[in-house]
């Protein structure tokens, strides 16, 4: 249940800057299974600072494997030449029998992040100190959240863009992200049914059949992302995610 908790995380952060406060709820759907997730996403700017909350639920089949499993991200920190620069990440992760918390202070003078965590289970409380093995300036909310003002307004890459940010892969944090062209562009929108702005997403970790994390993500011109897809689920079909209802200011 995992793997399709990733998706579900990486459909609903990757938004735009243009507006002052967003919510939007998102639906993921996996192959024959049906609806196996839902997620809440928002953004909130006031005075030069931002925080962005994600708040993931498992439906269906998937709540019952994953004990009731919810997930919740949150970024905050400032915002400095129409990026989002986070000073803390949180994840908190918890079903019905364990709670697990998260908490990445950012150091950016020092480029280091420090981790503080937390971990309940049959009533037992462990806390921890630690520093992570690399340095990224983003997490992985605020880094899609930026990924307009990277990309410019034409919403295409030059080839590939290696980005970095907390929370993504555990090596290095790395993300790699490029406009697919020709043959493999008209396949993706047919797989996706849209014709707008399409991005491959590469988290280089190894979900289910997909070797690096490839996910397919379809953005509006706002930079708001509609539809995302990871291929060839073993044997089951595609995972889904569809933005279902969004509210700007």
């Not at 993921?28 to 909350?53: C, M, N, P, Q, W």
């Not at 929108?189 to 399409?198: R, W």
């Amino acid at each position: 249940m995992k793997k399709i908790f990733i998706i579900i995380f990486l459909v609903t952060s990757l938004w735009s800057l243009d507006f002052k406060s967003m919510s939007g709820d998102y639906d993921v759907r996996y192959g024959i299974f049906g609806k196996v997730g839902v997620a809440k996403t928002s953004l909130e700017i006031k005075d030069g600072r931002y925080h962005v909350k994600m708040v993931a639920k498992a439906t269906g089949f998937a709540k019952f494997l994953s004990q009731g499993k919810v997930e919740t991200y949150e970024s905050r920190g400032y915002i400095k030449n129409d990026l989002l620069i986070p000073e803390i990440f949180t994840k908190v992760r918890k079903n019905d029998h364990k709670f697990e918390k998260k908490e990445y202070v950012f150091d950016h003078k020092d480029k280091k992040v420090t981790v503080y965590a937390t971990k309940i289970k049959d009533h037992k409380s462990k806390k921890s100190k630690s520093e992570l093995d690399y340095y990224a300036k983003d997490d992985l909310l605020s880094l899609f959240f930026n990924l307009k003002p990277l990309l410019g307004n034409k919403l295409k890459t030059d080839g590939a863009i290696k980005l970095y940010a907390v929370g993504a892969n555990k090596k290095d944090g790395r993300v790699d992200i490029y406009t697919p062209k020709n043959r493999e562009l008209k396949s993706i929108k047919k797989l996706l049914k849209e014709d707008e702005n399409i991005f491959v997403a590469i988290i280089n970790q190894k979900i289910f059949s997909s070797n690096r994390g490839e996910l397919y993500l379809n953005l509006n011109d706002d930079g708001i992302c509609t539809k995302a897809l990871l291929k060839d689920v073993i044997f089951f079909g595609d995972i889904r995610g569809k933005l279902t209802n969004l509210k700007v200011d």
